[in-house]
Structure formats: C-alpha cells, structure tokens
C-alpha cells in the first residue's frame, strides 16, 4: 500500500533466463507450475486440448526463443483486455476525433498458432461494432488476398513482413483493399515497409512495440509525432550497464521494464 513510483529503482531487475529457472516463485497465479503449463501447452499443441485456457482463465504464452531459451508467461483473461485496450485506444480516440462514423472492419494477420499472444491480442474487438477477419501468417497470399478483397478492411492490424507483403500484392494488383489505418506489430518495421504501404494504399503504416513479458508498451498514433508509450501499463528505464538511470539515450547499455497491469 506505500509503494511508490521511485521505489522502482530499488527493485532488483531480473532477465528472461532467470525467469525461467525460477518460474514457480514468479508466478502468483495459484496452482499453477512450471509443469503444469508445460503439459497444458503440449496439450493445446497437440490438439488434445481444445481450450488454450487453462481453468477457463490463464493463458499460457510462449516467446520465439531467439535469446537462446524459450519464454513461458502468464496471462490473464484482464491482462489480455489491458493489452488490447493499450493497442487500439488511440486508433479509436483518432476516430472520434476525426468525425469517422462509417464502417469499422478490422483485418489480422497474426500467428497461427494458439501458444502465441498475437493470436488473442489484435484479433479482438475494441467496440462491439468491430467486424473481424482473422488470418494467419502462414496463409498463402493468394488465400489472404481473396478473403481480404472480399472483406474489405478498414483497419489492418499485421506482422510487418505481413504489410510488407500485403502491399507489394496490392501494387501488383492481386490485392484491392483500401484500409484507413495500417500497423504492424511482432517485428520491426523498417523504411522500405512504410513506403511500401504508402505507395499501395496512401496510408503510413503505424508501428507498435511490445513482448510477451510486458505487452503493448507504445504505439505510433495519427497525431503524435513519435511512439508514445502506454506509461499506465509499464514503467520504462534507459540505464547504463548497473542498471543507473541515463539522460543521454547514447550512454544507454539496455531497457528495464516494470509492468504495471
């Protein structure tokens, strides 16, 4: 009850790998282990186990493994909502903003697997009014183009290299959609992605940044200049490498992360 915002500092930051060597002193959730969460995900990987949600509330998501070892996280059915509101708050404010009171038909293009915490992020409905087209990364692009030509987005909400490709297939005129809003997300989103989206359908492709561990924790808007960062749902540090604080970003050795939600 008397934490406050600069007792932070004094917490002592710990990276994936320690993570995971100590994951049941971590984990709050009750009833819950390492082990459990492991036979659950082999489960729901398997297709012996149909809910991904293990007791109806917890999901179990896995990171890629690029660091060496694969990440498992908990997450629950409020965080998942937290980390949609986080990603599409701003998109809806520009709406309202805007006067926009025409369709509002969103298309994903996320992960096709259910260990992976894209597949319940983005495809989900920020107002009720939402239409959605799920698709998978892993779908053919003549497969994609079809459904999202009869679809006809709004909003497309995708991997970067999934833009990237959306849009050379609208370049090439074996796709015709014509989205108001375009953001990527799971991947970093470079120049000739931006451009790509630009030339196909008039439209910068918004950018967004977020892990498994924290979730969203920024995302480009319409009206801010820069990526501006969800501060209600996590605390940032620039530190240098013993972890004190730095003004100049050029003296930063890495990013502490504290999440909030």
């Known amino acids: ?18 993570h995971m060597e100590r994951w049941d002193d971590f984990i709050a959730a009750p009833g819950i282990t390492y082990e459990i969460a492991e036979r659950h995900m082999d489960a729901v ?3 012996e186990e149909a809910n991904p949600f293990y007791r109806n509330e917890y999901l179990f998501v896995a990171t890629g493994g690029s660091t060496g070892r694969r990440g498992v996280f908990v997450w629950d059915l409020e965080f998942l909502r937290q980390i949609m509101c986080y990603t599409y708050r701003y998109l809806i404010n520009d709406e309202q903003n805007n006067g926009y009171d025409g369709p509002m038909k969103m298309a994903t293009v996320e992960a096709p697997t259910l260990l992976h915490g894209s597949g319940y992020v983005f495809p989900s409905k920020p107002l009720p009014e939402f239409e959605l087209l799920k698709l998978a990364s892993t779908d053919p692009i003549p497969e994609a ?3 999202l030509n009869d679809f006809q987005p709004n909003y497309l909400m995708a991997y970067a290299s999934s833009v990237a490709e959306l849009a050379s297939a609208q370049l090439r005129g074996q796709l015709d959609i014509h989205p108001r809003w375009v953001c990527t997300n799971s991947g970093p989103q470079d120049e000739d992605i931006r451009q790509r989206s630009m030339r196909a359908w008039g439209v910068k492709a918004s950018n967004s940044w977020g892990c498994v561990e924290i979730g ?8 801010a200049p820069e990526m501006v960062i969800c501060e209600d749902g996590a605390v ?11 003004d100049d970003p050029r003296d930063a050795a890495k990013l502490l992360a504290t999440n909030l939600t």
Do not use: Y
Request: contains cysteine; glycine residues 4%.
């Open 1 to 18: 009850d008397n934490f406050r915002l600069g007792d932070i500092q004094e917490l002592p930051p710990h990276d994936k790998l320690a």
């Open 45 to 47: 990987r398997s297709g």
């Open 145 to 147: 183009c079809a459904k």
């Open 216 to 223: 969203q924790m920024a995302i480009e808007t319409e009206s």
């Open 236 to 246: 940032l540090e620039v530190v240098d490498k013993n972890n004190n604080p730095v």
